[in-house]
């Protein structure tokens, strides 16, 4: 059957072909005036050795800079909307290729895409998306990397690679004035020093002052807002005719008022919304006298999306951001060597809303006959209940990396070389309704001085090493063999602490009841796991000063990936390849919930991929089919416990997705390019059984109950659902045409894209389907003689089409539910969106010299 499919893929696509997006030369003979960017011939260093686009025998898109300024890929997501497989969910900043990704940013958890600058690992996707001012080109590689790669690279790796010092002196500076008060300015100058060394300075500025969400309550708009600083320096320098060595630093600082989520369901009214330890802050605008900012009682995102009324800004802070790195490149005579090193920090903290609402104070109504009424200076309980999520993150990590690369003279080419990767991370989360005095003196425990519901704390330190070889043999003048092999192992240590504290939560004990008396309880001996269990290296202790639960998590992962593959080149301007691949992501913890199992396996995938590049004249196209067999996906799911459900870490048994992307280009006249890129994929998963905490009592339509039921709650089998982010189908095109006007040239670029439906959770329900999305983008450019000077007018989101990338869920709850906690909801649920950005226009300036 496998094989079967890998033979219908192909068939159906080798008709049927296209590229990424940067394309080899054109074979018909094209006056190199009117070539436009995409007949360029483009390189890459996807095999860590620099080749055509199109001589790589893999499925490989590639942006380069001119690449972007004339389609408008500014950031992740534009590229998500033009690589075949790839998504983006920019609010968790995950990536997600041919469905393997990041379920979770845990502490202990980690990407299944490996995001690269340089050649050197970063496990955030930031870096990968810097501005084209300063990155010379993107390299997406889809598939398995498990050999050259390696370190969770099982869905694919990206590496982004900057411009380098020039060898002549160059000034460039570039300013962009866009809506929503949004205003940037970059510059570098670059050029040689002495003879053998060459250095680059570059910087870049940008502010914008009005947000994509407006705050009816009267605080200020959120969502894209910001402003920071990048610099960078690099310098270049030849030690003799043989070596060179490259050294780069960066540092960044920035202030941002992020969101990129909010409701468009009703507010939960019920005086505890599901799940919830404190009363909620809905249900004040039940009762009377209550306060509140602004004028909505009920959630205006029901009937505009971009309307939020809330009571806490949201605020995020990048500082002591900074990061060295090096590339030494020595040229022997049997084979060459390349050293690679580099080491980053960051400071990141952050604070948001959390309640959803802008209620800032209310008087909990007393129970007929409540105790409060016998108790003298007993009052109605005033509830302060807006509530805030807070995060914190202290993140170092380096990695160095030795290269062996024989010279290739003969049939044999090898690579060969050692690896490691080190890093240290403090997290911390912060649950919390800090205006409550209660919280803060809890009845059976030490003070909580923060006033937080749940604190979450983890420090790990983890460590990978590696050793890899790859040989390709040509066999023949047109066919080459490649087998490739990697030994990977990984080191996870993490001390992770525990507090929960809840108002009113206990039977007898409510607001409703006991009202200004009621009080606040530790509840964290009553949620944590005491018991052993895989990865725990400790007994669960509880601090007496500072009510936290403790435990160490211990563990080491090791695995072989790697692949084998052919190719067969009929002709300079074909290729057909085939290859499988054997994908690896280290095992992980569920760092901070001190649950029962903490602990994952890691995950593998057996990848066969078929695929065939060819040029025909004035036409590039590209194909790639692939079949995966997933074990063991990592997964966050809720884990009901008798207060409050925790999140635990799975793996899932196994899953099966198959799909077939193209590529294309076409100039079918001199200055006018034509690009459209197609992908397909479906998935199914094969497990049992967990339970969805957005509908605990499996009744949501299309539920599958299965195994467990604990009470009233019961457990869902995964068989047939797919995988999540996966869209069914995505398309995009563009269409550019350059045209002489005096000494310069115009270029019209516009472009579409499309992505169907796709889930946000292995639970395929109607609150976790993210909806179909298109967008509309153009832009005209301006090019001076010689490239001197260029001006852009700009327009993306044409339409101003309300776009998601992202859906989470919740169990609603009724008003007239018990005030005793625990809720018994059905399976209406309360849904969170991440949505786009809207339609935002501009013109951006720039000149060489």
């Not at 909307?81 to 609010?91: D, E, I, M, R, V």
């Not at 800032?360 to 807006?386: E, M, R």
Request: proline share 6%.
């Amino acid at each position: 059957m496998r094989l079967a499919k890998l033979i219908l893929l192909s068939t159906v696509l080798t008709g049927f072909v296209p590229v990424a997006h940067a394309q080899s030369a054109d074979t018909a003979p094209v006056d190199e005036d009117s070539r436009t960017y995409r007949d360029r011939e483009i390189v890459v260093t996807a095999q860590k050795r620099t080749e055509r686009l199109n001589d790589v025998a893999e499925a490989v898109t590639a942006f380069t800079a001119e690449t972007r300024e004339i389609i408008g890929i500014s950031d992740l997501g534009d590229m998500a909307q033009f690589t075949p497989g790839l998504s983006y969910n920019a609010g968790s900043d995950r990536v997600f290729l041919r469905g393997i990704g990041r379920q979770t940013n845990t502490a202990g958890s980690d990407p299944g895409v490996a995001t690269y600058v340089d050649g050197i690992y970063d496990s955030a996707t930031t870096s990968i998306a810097g501005s084209d001012f300063f990155v010379d080109r993107v390299e997406i590689l889809r598939g398995p990397q498990g050999t050259l790669y390696g370190r969770n690279s099982i869905g694919g790796a990206i590496n982004a690679i900057s411009k380098r010092p020039t060898p002549e002196l160059s000034i460039e500076g570039r300013a962009t004035v866009a809506n929503y008060d949004a205003y940037a300015i970059q510059g570098a100058v670059s050029g040689p020093v002495t003879d053998g060394l060459r250095v680059k300075l570059g910087g870049s500025w940008a502010d914008q002052n009005k947000g994509y969400f407006r705050n009816i309550a009267g605080g200020r708009s959120e969502g894209g807002v910001a402003e920071g600083y990048y610099i960078e320096g690099q310098a270049e320098l030849d030690l003799g005719p043989q070596a060179t060595l490259w050294l780069k630093a960066t540092t960044t600082r920035a202030n941002q008022r992020p969101r990129s989520l909010n409701s468009d369901t009703p507010w939960d009214y019920a005086p505890y919304a599901s799940g919830a330890l404190t009363p909620s802050s809905q249900f004040g605008f039940l009762t009377a006298g209550y306060q509140a900012l602004g004028p909505a009682t009920s959630n205006p995102g029901v009937d505009d999306i971009r309307e939020i009324s809330v009571d806490t800004e949201s605020r995020a802070r990048i500082r002591g951001a900074f990061s060295v790195q090096g590339q030494l490149d020595v040229e022997l005579e049997p084979f060459d060597i390349r050293i690679l090193g580099g080491y980053r920090e960051i400071r990141y903290d952050s604070i948001t809303d959390l309640d959803g609402s802008s209620m800032k104070s209310y008087s909990f109504p007393l129970a007929t006959g409540a105790a409060c009424g016998f108790i003298p200076g007993c009052t109605p309980l005033t509830v302060n209940p807006s509530a805030t999520f807070g995060y914190v993150e202290n993140r170092s990590f380096g990695s160095a990396e030795i290269n062996f690369l024989s010279k290739g003279d003969g049939p044999l080419n090898w690579i060969a070389g050692l690896y490691y990767y080190g890093e240290i991370l403090d997290q911390e989360t912060h649950y919390g309704i800090p205006e409550q005095a209660q919280m803060k003196a809890p009845a059976n425990g030490p003070a909580n001085p923060t006033g937080d519901t749940v604190f979450a704390g983890t420090n790990l330190e983890a460590a990978s090493y590696a050793a890899f070889g790859q040989i390709d043999w040509d066999v023949s003048s047109t066919v080459r063999l490649t087998g490739g092999l990697r030994y990977s192992i990984d080191e996870k240590r993490a001390i992770e602490n525990l507090r929960a504290v809840c108002l009113g939560c206990a039977a007898g004990l409510t607001a409703d009841q006991l009202g200004s008396f009621t009080p606040a309880l530790d509840i964290t001996s009553s949620i944590v796991s005491f018991l052993p269990a895989d990865g725990v290296v400790s007994a669960t202790t509880i601090g007496p000063a500072t009510g936290q639960a403790r435990r160490v998590l211990d563990d080491t992962w090791k695995s072989f990936s790697g692949t084998a593959g052919v190719q067969w080149r009929p002709s300079e301007d074909s290729l057909v390849y085939a290859s499988y691949s054997r994908g690896y992501k280290s095992g992980g913890f569920n760092a901070g919930g001190l649950t029962a199992s903490p602990r994952t396996g890691s995950e593998h995938v057996n990848a066969y991929q078929v695929g065939a590049k060819q040029g025909f004249g004035r036409v590039q196209l590209n194909v790639a089919g692939y079949y995966y067999d997933y074990r063991g996906l990592q997964i966050p799911l809720s884990i009901p416990t008798p207060l409050i459900d925790l999140t635990g870490f799975f793996n899932l048994e196994k899953a099966k997705s198959w799909g077939a992307e193209v590529e294309a280009s076409w100039q079918p006249v001199d200055g006018l390019q034509l690009l459209l890129n197609y992908a397909y994929a479906d998935s199914k998963i094969n497990s049992c059984c967990y339970f969805d905490g957005a509908d605990p009592t499996a009744s949501a339509p299309g539920a599958q109950p299965s195994g467990p039921v604990v009470g009233t709650r019961r457990f869902q089998s995964l068989d047939g659902q797919e995988l999540p982010f996966q869209p069914r189908h995505k398309i995009a095109a563009n269409a550019n045409y350059t045209f002489d006007i005096g000494p310069g040239a115009v270029t019209l670029s516009a472009s579409y894209s499309w992505r169907d439906k796709m889930w946000a959770s292995v639970f395929n329900r109607s609150y976790y389907r993210i909806p179909t999305s298109e967008s509309v983008d153009l832009r005209l450019l301006w090019t001076g003689k010689d490239d001197r000077y260029r001006v852009i007018v700009f327009a993306k989101n044409l339409l101003d089409k309300t776009n998601y990338d992202n859906i989470g869920g919740l169990p609603g709850s009724s008003v007239a539910t018990p005030y005793v906690l625990p809720l018994v909801p059905g399976y209406s649920v309360n849904r969170s969106v991440g949505v786009e950005a809207p339609r935002t226009y501009g013109v951006q300036l720039s000149f060489k010299i």
